[in-house]
């Protein structure tokens, strides 16, 4: 949870609080009524905050909302295309989040564990490519940071882990073993990060994201036609080891903004995508 | 400050100022029934408040429109720089420009060595930390456009046709001539069949790079810049000579109509009918 986050959900919770603070100015009997409403608030809320990408497509949906973001394109009621049409034939495009598998970046790797992604991902991509036979886009959004700033970063958190790892080697007894060999093993994790950086690696932030477009006589057509093409590069591109899955609701219009314009600074991004990914 | 936190401070204001009014004003005055309706609607601007960290963009046109089809724009998503070389939009009263920059690349894994393999993929690996603003890498299969070549079968099959029935209405027709054109005729519509029914794929590469100004002439040369730089630091990891793309080239990477062209897919469609009524 970020600042910004907890700002909303504090003052948006307050006004939940207050409500249970005074049931009684309610009058009898409404004021069971009242904290019945403040609690079914505080659910939407907190529901909102951590699984709006369920909520807001099942409200556009059960109600038919579809939303214009602009002139000919038409953002469908279950959040998950958008569709133009271009006389009288339908382009739908749909996006899915192409995240390496966070474990890749947990666990301890040795230069040949590198290596030997390396070496295997040119052939990995082109199998992929080849195993498609429709339009895609496969897009990296990525900012280079600041090396420094970044090396700070990891030597601060490998200072924590050791003043971590001198508490638990006064303590005795085997639950603190375990404890010691996870603490050392995010010491080297760290290590090996800060040695890559010292070797001229350079850190950056990037979001992985694809995009494909099916054709239809008509609306119906075309986002049938999109999702099995979303199906398909499913497989296609599991063998890049890739986490997918189809990006809907909000994340949907913010890439399809991409298309025209990048956003200014990839931490904005980075928030909007932390949910869903 | 920032839009939505005035967004969301308006609607919490809202909110917190509904429920004062049903906590503070007296049941003499305000019935428990409405005093619980008036509670109902600051809850659902509570709700609102919140949603606005995320959905400011949908909020307001939602309340203005009350309708089922929400309109956020109406306008054009983009517009080409009189240049040609960059889209152009506008969003909270900054121009952003935005330039396509092509990599050429036709290397292919299968003739490339163990050690040129992690040659190339350390080489992608840096590629994308070059630059220290947002920038997107792209690779892009797209639908060839056979428009012009359907087009000129299209025309030959016509005028073969015209030949046939100009040669059927002669009584004093050589016969050799009317095989001849038949032949013709057939050989061009198997050819389009053929041409028609294939998809053929093309993939590329590229770069964006966007950047803002108070004027437009001012986020072009901006964006100019940044993509002569991207340009400088692909072409020395790549070793590759990029280039900015220009005209009509660049609809290719933003319309979906340019990535999918009509024509071509219309007659694969139809194509596809045929065999399925078959």
Not at chain 1, 13 to 22: Q, T
Not at chain 2, 119 to 142: C, H, N, W
Not at chain 2, 186 to 214: C, H, P, R
Not at chain 2, 240 to 254: A, N, R, Y
Request: hydrophobic content about 45%.
């Amino acid at each position: 949870m970020d600042e910004e986050e907890i700002m909303y959900l504090a003052f948006s919770l307050l006004v939940v609080l207050i409500v249970f603070a005074f049931l009684s100015s309610f009058g009898k009997g409404w004021s069971l009524l009242a904290a019945i409403l403040a609690v079914i608030t505080a659910v939407i809320i907190i529901m909102i905050n951590w699984a709006d990408f369920i909520i807001f497509p099942f409200f556009t949906k059960t109600f038919g909302i579809t939303f214009q973001p602009a002139r000919d394109y038409n953002i469908i009621k279950t959040q998950d295309a958008i569709v133009k049409n271009v006389n009288g034939l339908f382009y739908a495009t749909g996006f899915l989040t192409a995240n390496v598998f966070s474990y890749s970046f947990k666990e301890e790797q040795n230069d040949q564990d590198i290596e030997s992604k390396l070496l295997a991902a040119p052939d990995n991509w082109e199998k992929a490519v080849m195993s498609t036979n429709f339009p895609f886009k496969f897009h990296v959004l990525s900012a280079g940071n600041d090396i420094q700033q970044v090396r700070d970063e990891f030597e601060g958190k490998r200072s924590y882990q050791e003043f971590q790892l001198s508490r638990m080697q006064q303590k005795e007894g085997a639950a603190n073993e375990s404890a010691i060999t996870e603490i050392r093993r995010n010491i080297s994790v760290i290590q090996a990060k800060i040695d890559r950086i010292s070797r001229g690696e350079k850190p950056v932030s990037s979001i992985m994201y694809i995009e494909t477009t099916a054709v239809g006589v008509s609306e119906k057509a075309a986002v049938d036609n999109l999702t099995a093409q979303i199906k398909q590069l499913q497989i296609s591109m599991s063998s890049l080891d890739l986490q997918i899955s189809r990006v809907v609701g909000r994340e949907l219009y913010l890439l399809f903004k991409f298309n025209f314009s990048l956003p200014w600074s990839i931490k904005e991004v980075e928030s909007q995508f932390s949910k869903e990914g | 400050m920032n839009p939505k936190i005035f967004m969301f401070l308006g609607l919490l204001g809202v909110s917190i100022a509904l429920l004062i009014i049903a906590l503070a004003v007296p049941l003499s005055i305000l019935p428990s029934p409405i005093k619980i309706l008036i509670l109902a609607l600051s809850l659902l601007f509570d709700i609102l408040a919140f949603s606005s960290r995320h959905y400011s963009y949908i909020i307001m046109p939602a309340l203005q429109q009350r309708s089922k089809r929400i309109v956020l724009s109406n306008e054009e998503p983009y517009w080409m720089s009189t240049s040609e070389d960059s889209i152009i939009k506008r969003e909270k009263g900054y121009f952003i420009a935005s330039v396509y920059i092509s990599i050429p690349i036709y290397r292919s894994a299968t003739e490339m060595t163990d050690l040129e393999k992690v040659d190339f993929s350390r080489q992608a690996s840096k590629l994308i930390g070059v630059s220290r603003d947002p920038v997107r890498f792209t690779t892009e299969m797209y639908l060839m456009n056979k428009d012009a070549y359907l087009q000129i079968l299209r025309d030959a099959i016509s005028a073969a046709e015209n030949d046939q029935a100009r040669l059927m209405q002669q009584k004093s027709t050589d016969p050799e001539e009317l095989d001849m054109v038949k032949g013709k005729l057939a050989m061009w519509k198997n050819i389009f069949d053929n041409v028609s029914k294939v998809q053929s794929l093309e993939l590329t590469s590229y770069v964006t790079v966007s950047a803002e100004g108070l004027k437009e002439y001012e986020a072009v040369s901006l964006a100019q810049q940044k993509a002569r730089e991207m340009m400088s630091g692909i072409a020395s990891i790549l070793g590759v000579t990029p280039s900015i793309i220009t005209g009509k080239d660049i609809l290719k990477f933003v319309e979906p109509e340019y990535l999918i062209p009509f024509s071509t897919i219309t007659e694969q469609i139809n194509k596809n009918i045929e065999e399925e009524v078959i």
